[in-house]
């Protein structure tokens, strides 16, 4: 028997995707919602919920007709929605694979055949990064592991990789499904993204995907891929399973100051590769 279905509202009033009752019942159970009505069932959330804004796609389509966009690639997942709306505005993807901040080995490795799957299955070509820099990735952000300050280390190096493979095969644009996860900090990924956007001469296509990260879900599930349970690193593999008691964590809300200076940072240690 299918379970009931319960709407939800944000502490503003506005209306969410519905969950199930069970959901309802633990949210409310938990303190995080209370009761509206009882029929229909309907809880109300004790926040409000950011939603993000849905560009005007009818519009956007044609914009982007047979341009080439190099997609960098973090994982199966967020391929997914990533590609669909890519494609939907027109850009000709192409996926790029490199992620180095991906431990250990074996694991890097499940989420590469990931997405070799997903991409299979939907006939996106891509381009493979040869080799596992790990040692790379740890040499930079050693001494600089707390998280966020690490992360911006992580979105540079592989930015940086995704600008250099555009700017040589004469894409129109590079772009990230970094930017579908409400777990990375997005506006650290735009401003080093047009940095080297700048700096490379290659456009970065920023837009706020998050939007997609439901339909992402259903997607994963559609195509059957691999979950990972952490980001990436060892660090977040720690503080996944530990969470505030490791030392690398920090608040995943920055600061306007942090977030420059961390910036800053990325880019410094860029020279050192
Ligand atoms: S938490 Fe994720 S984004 Fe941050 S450094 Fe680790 S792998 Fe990179």
Redesign the pocket.
């Known amino acids: 028997m299918t379970e009931a279905r319960v709407r939800v509202f944000d502490e503003r009033g506005r209306e969410l995707s519905p969950c199930s009752l069970t959901k309802a019942q633990r949210l409310v159970a938990g303190g995080r919602a209370r009761w509206r009505e009882d029929q229909p069932p309907a809880i109300e959330l004790m926040r409000a919920v950011e939603l993000p804004v849905r560009p005007a796609t009818s519009e956007e389509g044609p914009k982007y007709a047979g341009q080439r966009v190099l997609l960098h690639i973090c994982c199966g997942p967020c391929a997914t929605y990533t590609v669909g709306r890519l494609r939907e505005l027109g850009f000709q993807v192409t996926g790029f694979w490199y992620n180095p ?1 991906i431990h250990p080995w074996q694991e890097h490795e499940r989420r590469r055949e990931s997405l070799a799957g997903f991409a299979e299955q939907v006939e996106l070509p891509v381009l493979w990064q040869p080799g596992y820099e790990m040692p790379t990735f740890l040499r930079l ?1 050693a001494g600089r592991e707390r ?1 966020r300050r ?2 911006a280390i ?2 540079a190096l592989r930015l940086q990789a995704a600008a250099d493979q555009a700017r040589a095969g004469g894409f129109d644009a590079f772009t990230t499904t970094l930017l579908i996860s409400p777990y ?1 900090e997005q506006e650290l990924i735009r401003r080093i993204g047009e940095h080297l956007a700048e700096r490379e001469g290659v456009r970065f296509y920023f837009e706020d995907f998050r939007r997609g990260w439901a339909e992402r879900g259903r997607l994963t599930r559609l195509y059957n891929l691999y979950r990972q349970q952490y ?3 060892i ?2 593999e720690w503080e996944r399973y530990q969470g505030e008691a490791c030392e690398t964590y920090a608040p995943a809300r920055l600061e306007a100051a942090d977030l420059h200076a961390y910036f800053e940072e990325a880019l410094e240690m860029l020279e050192h590769l």
């Open positions: 901040n952000v998280f690490r992360c992580c979105y990375q980001c990436g690193c660090y977040s």
